[in-house]
């Protein structure tokens, strides 16, 4: 059975720093008039940076919601208008310094379609070339260097609690098998 | 350089369905007062079910804030002070009828640690048992089956966008190619 889920109208309810939430009402296929709560973001980007010998350069930040810090692939927020590619070269050159001579699509990463609007493009850079990282102020990490081969193994031991960074590690590995 | 931020106030403004938002003031070390605003969610579980023959069951439903239908890992919230093994158990039968032998531990799911409290705690359900599936009203899914070969090959392709989805897929097949 299908459902289709039409919008019949909504307003927004709270505007945020990252995000505004919207509240809809929407009308299933049997008539019924139901709320829809609609988190809206404006997307991102994550770029997972790996040398010729399988290094990879992730970062090391605090996250707020967690109370703690979590090792993640570089990443960040679409500006408005921009795309993807262009937010992922932008992204890498911030939080990293690097340049990348090619930057493979690991596809769109939907984090929570049940609630939000969010949608990650992830990235494999391969072709690194050092630079100066430039962050945002009172943004803070710490690059770090870690084997592909000891993030899968972090992944099985279920270390990664970062959706985006563990779907970018065990696509790439996938990738790279492939097409080394 | 490490940065804790701690928080110094905040208040709830939205309270939802699905989700409430606050917003807090943090003091950075260097002293600056940041906004931080956090989603708050209770907290999911997604299973994969599979059976000895790699046959996975998945449902597929439509997705209000991406307006279509997605494929996806039976999957479904916290109830208020429910444990996620046994969230894992109830999510399972009411969207697929399956109870399961053994649910294994795929590790929990920050889905948007930067401004998100949400974290999935996902398994693998092997050793499955039919009966009724039972789902909430107007709540609409149609289970279907795939093999976890051809959902690889998919999430290769960049046609699983959801993420707890591809991160269980990819999880499960390393976890079955070591302990068959």
């Known amino acids: ?5 039409k919008r019949v109208d909504g307003e927004v309810k709270y505007r945020g720093v990252i995000v505004n939430v ?3 009402r929407a009308q299933l296929e049997n008539g019924r008039i139901v709320r829809r709560e609609v988190v809206e973001h404006p997307g991102g980007v994550g770029i997972l ?3 010729e010998d399988g290094t990879c350069y992730l970062v090391r930040q605090f996250r707020y919601p967690f109370s703690r810090q979590l090792l993640e692939i570089p990443a ?14 932008r992204e890498l ?3 990293t310094g690097f340049t ?11 984090t929570s379609p049940g609630f939000s609007s969010e949608v990650l493009h992830l990235y494999l850079a391969r072709g690194l070339h050092a630079g100066r990282s430039h962050l945002d102020e009172d ?6 260097k870690h084997g592909l081969d000891e993030l899968l193994a972090m ?3 279920c270390e990664l609690p970062d959706a985006k960074t563990v779907i970018a590690v065990l696509k790439a590995a996938r990738l790279l098998s492939k097409r080394p």
């Not at 990348?100 to 939907?110: R, T, W």
């Not at 943004?139 to 770090?144: I, R």
């Open 93 to 95: 050159s911030e939080e």
């Open 49 to 51: 940076p790996i040398d």
């Open 22 to 24: 919207r509240l809809d």
């Open 155 to 157: 992944a099985d031991r």
């Open 76 to 89: 960040g927020k679409l500006e408005y208008g921009e795309e993807p590619l262009s937010c992922a070269v």
């Open 1 to 5: 059975m299908e459902c289709i889920e």
């Open 139 to 144: 943004e803070f990490l710490n690059v770090e």
């Open 100 to 110: 990348a001579d090619e930057l493979i699509d690991l596809g769109a990463c939907y």
